[in-house]
């Protein structure tokens, strides 16, 4: 069965997430709005009022008659099936929790240029990011990377990977936000990095795994831009 | 076995999601935080490095010695204990993917009053959070309900419940959504309401569910307030 991921072309965004997990998993998959026609074929999911699932935005997962959406629900749902996450109840949810606190992350980061309406341009919002954004250098940033960096620490397995003693799709989540910080942030990146051992151990394993790494050197791998979640403005990294 | 949860006293905030499931299946729990000491022991238990599944942020569950947070997340756990859910696979993470979409849209409700910062006062981002009220008002205030309503109409089941023609923790949390803008966004509200008819419906059908009822007029409902989610300032609803 080939996976259909439906995602805006063109930015690594919250698709990005999905991508690394089908990419690590070997898995067969399609990026379909970066075929020939794809985005049309995108667009005409998303309006259409037959769907009995239908999604509230894109990225979303074809497998072959379910259409799922959001991304964590995604990787809950490729978890299992790809070998991603742990099989008990327990193992499965701690992964998804520390997925949505990872998404949580993400929606700041996003909000530090389009802190009053992401259907503006950052050049009509910029007063009001600078003022998130210095807010999310001092605050947020860290206390969300801490929280990441003693989970880390404290895992009894000793590893390195956040969920006991095997990779999991939080690991590679957690990797793609390191990533994008490094590219958008990186002056404050540099102020914490010293107090994040694990985390930058964590980004370098990922970073290595064969199927990741041959991935990010290919065509498939979008670049970052100033299009995307992640996006490096100096002045909002001063 | 005693459900405890863990949330912040004085708001209803994203606990209330999960007391309203609560409630409707008639569990037994603990609102921990609001009991003598109970600040102290959430506070204990968000600080404790020992924990092997330590929270974010609150809310959190405690199930026996399974602690377990994000809302959306004990939602799902709760769902398949709690008979709230679907119990088939697809089911299970429609109604989740429905949560999830309804947490997005709760975090565009908080920011409408809080565009730069959490930490801060309201007092020290109005006039960002007018601008933000703004577009919310116009854009995504529409395009939400929007699509709860057209799910709604859509649903073949045509019980006017979200999924099939059951009653899930997705519909309470719909109620739980449409009741904080009735509150903090009445004029909005209303230019919207002629358009949304199966929303209206929803909202009173869970309104008269008796336990649900019983619970809105005990003691165990907190008030909304200008502390929470959904706070209403005139001046963002003109």
Redesign the interface.
Known sequence: MTYELYYWPGIQGRGEFIRLALEQAGADYRDVAREPDGMSAMLHLLED??Q?????APPFLRDGE?L???T??IL??LGGHLGLAPTD??GR??T??LQ??LI?FL?EIH?THH???G??YYAD?KT?AA??AA?FRA?RLPK?LG?FE??LD?N?AGAGWLVGDTLTYADLSLFQTLAGLYYAFPRAMATVQDDCPHLAALHDRVLALPRINAYLGSERRLLFNEEGIFRHYPELDP
Chains 1, 2 share one sequence.
């Open positions: 009022e037959a009995p699932y239908p999604p509230f379910f799922i959406a959001q964590a629900n809950l749902y109840e327990a949810l701690w998804h929790q949505l606190t949580d929606v909000d802190p009053i309406a259907g503006l919002q009001e003022r998130r807010d605050n969300f929280y003693q989970l404290a009894p």
